[in-house]
C-alpha cells in the first residue's frame, strides 16, 4: 500500500511539472530570420534536453543546454507552414507556431505606404494594410481573417484600457476647441493681437505671435489667422503669398511642439504602442517630452517666419511676390483666389462678444490641471514605491499621463461651457452643440489612430521589424538612423499629404528598428535610448515638414483658402524657404545629436546659419512707395 502512495505522489509531481513547463515563442515566425525561443521551469536535475521540431512529415532534434531551469535564446529555420516544437523528455509539452517567408512581413505596412502614394486615402491604405496582415496571420484565409480583423484586433485595440484613455482626452479637447471657437475666446485673443498690425514688420509678426498663441489646434491656427489678418496684410500691402506662409509655418509645427494640443494624444498614443513593441518601461508623455528640443525643423520654420518677418528680407519666389504687392498687387494677376470659403468663414465666431479670456482661462486651465495631475500620480506612485526623495524627471517618469490629460481636458470642457452659459453668449442646446461639433471634429484623428494601432499589432505579430532589422543590421549605422527617417518620413508625408498617416504607418517600424540596431551595434543604454529619442523625434518632424511642402495636405490647402491665395503661388513660394530649414536642420541637427552633440546647441546653430542665409540670398524688401508702411 505505501508503494502505492509512493508511485502516485511521483506520477502526480511529473504530471504538475510538465503541465508547469512552457515554451514561448512568436506565433508567427520568419524563415530564416532568427526569433526569441525560451523554454522555462525545466527540473533542476535536467543539463540538457531534446528540442523536437515537427514540420509536415519532417522531424528535427536539437539538443539544448540548460541553465538554471530555463532555456532563452534565439532560433533560425528555413521551412514554411506549421511547425510544432515538442520537448522529448516531457510529451504534454509542446507549442505550435507558423512560417512565412521574410519577404511578406514587410507587405502590409509597405501596402500601406503604397495605397496612401497613389490613392491619397490614408484609411484606405491602412485598413488594406491591417487586412492583409491578417490574411498572413489567419492562415491566407481571407473571410475568416476579414472577421478576425474586426473581432480581434480592432476590439483588442479598443479593450485597451490606456488606448482608449487617449481616445477620450482627444475627443474631450476636441470639445473644448469647439466651444472656445463658437463663443468667440478664440477671435478674442487674435484681436487682441491685431491692433498693434500698423506697419508691414509689425504686420507679419502680428500674424506670425497669433499663430503661436493659438498652439492648441492646427484647424483653428489656420482659419482663423488667415482670415482675420487677411484684410490687414493686403492693406500693409503685404502678398497674400507671405500671409499663406506665415499660417502655413505656425499651423501643424506649433501645434506638434506644445505639450497641450489636439496632437498630444495622437502623438502619445503613437509613442506608447511603439514602446510596448520593445518593452520599455519609459513614460510615453516624459518620452513625447524629451523629443521636443530634438524636432528641429518645426521649430527652425518658426523661427524662420519671424526672421523673415523682422528683417523684411526674402528670396526666391517670395521676393518677387513680397516687391510685386509694394506695387498694390497683394494678388499676383491671373491667379486663381478660392472662391468657396464657405468652410474657413462659418469657422469663426460671428457675434459680438468675442472675449479672449473665454479662450485662455479654459486652455490655461487644462495646462495647469494637465500639470497637477502628473505631478498627483507621478507622486502618489513614488510614494507606493517607497521613494520619497526625487525629483521633476523622477515625478514625470511616474506619472499616468492619461489620466491627467482625461483629468484636465474634462475641466476644462466644464470651465468652458460654465463660461459660456454665464455670459449668456449662447444658449445651453447651442453650447451643447458647439461641444459636439468640436468632438466631431476629432473623429477622422480617432479612427486614424486606432488603426495605426491595429496595424503596429499586426506588423508585431509577423515580425516586420525582425526582418527589417535582418536586412538592415549589417550595412545600417544607428547613428544615421534619425536622419534616414527623417527624409522617409518626408517623403511620404509630402506623396500623401497626410503627417498624421505616415506617423501612424511608420512609428511601429522604427522604434523596434532602432532598439534593435542599437542593441546589435553593442550601444549602451544611455546611446540607445539618444538614438531611439532621435528616431522617434525625426518621425513626427519629418511627416511635419513632407506635409507642410505637399501640395496636397489638408492645413497647406486650408492655409491657401484662409488666406485667399492662389494655392499653386503659396506651394512655389513655401517651398525654397522649407527646404532650406530641412536641409540645415538635417545637416547640424539629426547628424550631430546622433553622436551625443547638445540638441539646444545644434539649435542656436540653425537659428545661426538660418539667419546668415537670410542675409547672405535674402533682399530687403522696401519701396519708398509705401511710406510709414515699412
Known amino acids: 500500500m505505501n508503494k502505492l502512495f509512493i508511485f502516485i505522489f511521483i506520477w502526480l509531481a511529473l504530471i504538475?511539472?510538465?503541465?508547469?513547463?512552457?515554451?514561448?515563442?512568436?506565433?508567427?515566425?520568419?524563415?530564416?530570420?532568427?526569433?526569441?525561443?525560451?523554454?522555462?521551469?525545466?527540473?533542476?536535475?535536467l543539463s540538457k534536453i531534446n528540442l523536437i521540431i515537427s514540420h509536415g512529415r519532417m522531424i528535427e532534434k536539437k539538443q539544448l543546454i540548460i541553465n538554471e531551469g530555463k532555456f532563452d535564446s534565439t532560433l533560425s529555420l528555413n521551412v514554411l507552414g506549421k511547425i510544432t516544437f515538442g520537448i522529448e523528455e516531457v510529451q504534454a509539452v509542446n507549442k505550435e507556431v507558423r512560417s512565412i517567408p521574410g519577404i511578406m512581413s514587410i507587405i502590409p505596412p509597405l501596402l500601406a505606404i503604397l495605397l496612401a502614394l497613389f490613392l491619397r486615402q490614408v484609411i484606405v491604405a491602412l485598413v488594406s494594410g491591417v487586412y492583409i496582415g491578417c490574411i498572413f496571420i489567419y492562415d491566407y484565409n481571407p473571410v475568416y481573417a476579414l472577421m478576425r480583423m474586426i473581432d480581434t484586433i480592432t476590439l483588442n485595440t479598443l479593450t485597451d484600457s490606456s488606448n482608449m484613455s487617449i481616445i477620450v482626452f482627444t475627443l474631450l479637447f476636441g470639445g473644448v476647441v469647439g466651444l472656445i471657437s463658437a463663443n468667440g475666446g478664440t477671435k478674442g485673443m487674435a484681436n487682441l493681437i491685431i491692433r498693434f498690425?500698423?506697419?508691414?514688420?509689425?504686420?507679419?509678426?502680428?500674424?506670425?505671435?497669433?499663430?503661436?498663441?493659438?498652439?492648441?489646434?492646427?484647424?483653428?491656427?489656420?482659419?482663423?489667422?488667415g482670415n482675420l489678418m487677411r484684410p490687414i496684410t493686403d492693406k500693409l500691402k503685404i502678398s497674400r503669398e507671405k500671409l499663406a506662409f506665415i499660417v502655413d509655418s505656425t499651423s501643424a509645427p506649433v501645434t506638434s511642439l506644445f505639450i497641450v494640443s489636439t496632437w498630444i494624444g495622437f502623438e502619445i498614443g503613437l509613442i506608447q504602442d511603439g514602446l510596448k513593441l520593445i518593452s520599455s518601461t519609459e513614460n510615453s508623455y516624459d518620452v513625447f517630452l524629451q523629443t521636443i528640443p530634438y524636432r528641429f525643423y518645426p521649430?527652425?520654420?518658426?523661427?524662420?517666419?519671424?526672421?523673415?518677418?523682422?528683417?523684411?528680407?526674402?528670396?526666391?519666389?517670395?521676393?518677387h511676390a513680397e516687391m510685386r504687392a509694394l506695387n498694390g498687387e497683394v494678388v499676383r494677376p491671373g491667379s486663381k483666389i478660392p472662391d468657396d470659403l464657405t468652410e474657413t468663414t462659418n469657422f469663426l465666431h460671428n457675434g459680438a462678444k468675442t472675449r479672449w479670456y473665454n479662450a485662455v482661462f479654459p486652455i490655461l486651465f487644462l495646462v495647469i490641471g494637465t500639470i497637477f495631475g502628473l505631478a498627483y500620480t507621478g507622486i502618489s506612485a513614488l510614494h507606493q514605491q517607497g521613494?520619497?526623495?526625487?525629483?521633476i524627471?523622477?515625478?514625470?517618469?511616474?506619472?499616468?499621463?492619461?489620466?491627467?490629460?482625461?483629468?484636465?481636458?474634462?475641466?476644462?470642457?466644464?470651465?468652458?461651457?460654465?463660461?459660456?452659459?454665464?455670459?449668456?453668449?449662447?444658449?445651453?442646446?447651442e453650447t451643447i452643440d458647439a461641444w459636439f461639433r468640436g468632438i466631431r471634429s476629432m473623429l477622422l484623428a480617432i479612427i486614424i489612430l486606432m488603426l495605426a494601432w491595429e496595424i503596429s499589432s499586426v506588423t508585431e505579430q509577423i515580425q516586420t521589424a525582425n526582418y527589417i532589422i535582418h536586412i538592415l543590421s549589417d550595412s545600417l549605422n544607428p547613428r544615421f538612423l534619425p536622419v534616414i527617417v527623417f527624409i522617409v518620413c518626408a517623403i511620404t508625408s509630402f506623396s500623401t499629404g497626410s503627417s498624421w498617416g505616415t506617423m501612424a504607418i511608420m512609428m511601429p517600424i522604427v522604434i523596434p528598428l532602432s532598439h534593435a540596431v542599437t542593441l546589435l551595434a553593442g550601444m549602451d543604454d544611455t546611446t540607445s535610448i539618444l538614438i531611439l529619442h532621435g528616431v522617434i523625434s525625426s518621425v513626427l518632424a519629418g511627416s511635419v515638414f513632407g506635409d507642410h511642402c505637399s501640395p496636397i495636405a489638408d492645413t497647406t490647402i486650408l492655409s491657401s483658402m484662409a488666406s485667399a491665395c492662389d494655392h499653386i503661388d503659396h506651394v512655389r513660394t513655401q517651398l525654397p524657404y522649407a527646404l532650406t530649414a530641412a536641409v540645415i536642420c538635417m545637416i547640424i541637427g539629426d547628424i550631430p545629436t546622433a553622436y551625443n552633440f547638445s540638441p539646444y546647441l545644434s539649435i542656436l546653430i540653425i537659428f545661426g546659419v538660418i539667419t546668415a542665409v537670410v542675409f547672405i540670398f535674402g533682399k530687403k524688401i522696401e519701396s519708398k512707395s509705401v511710406g510709414k508702411n515699412n
Open 16 to 45: 504538475d511539472v510538465g503541465k508547469s513547463q512552457t515554451i514561448t515563442t512568436p506565433n508567427i515566425i520568419l524563415s530564416d530570420i532568427p526569433f526569441q525561443f525560451s523554454i522555462s521551469n525545466i527540473p533542476d536535475s
Open 197 to 225: 498690425a500698423k506697419t508691414r514688420r509689425s504686420g507679419m509678426l502680428s500674424a506670425w505671435l497669433m499663430g503661436i498663441i493659438i498652439f492648441f489646434d492646427d484647424y483653428a491656427n489656420t482659419l482663423i489667422v
Open 299 to 319: 521649430i527652425a520654420m518658426i523661427f524662420f517666419v519671424f526672421l523673415v518677418s523682422f528683417t523684411k528680407r526674402d528670396y526666391g519666389p517670395m521676393y
Open 387 to 391: 521613494i520619497y526623495d526625487f525629483g
Open 393 to 429: 524627471r523622477e515625478i514625470i517618469g511616474n506619472s499616468d499621463s492619461n489620466k491627467a490629460l482625461m483629468w484636465s481636458s474634462l475641466s476644462a470642457c466644464i470651465l468652458a461651457i460654465i463660461m459660456t452659459l454665464s455670459q449668456r453668449i449662447m444658449n445651453l442646446t
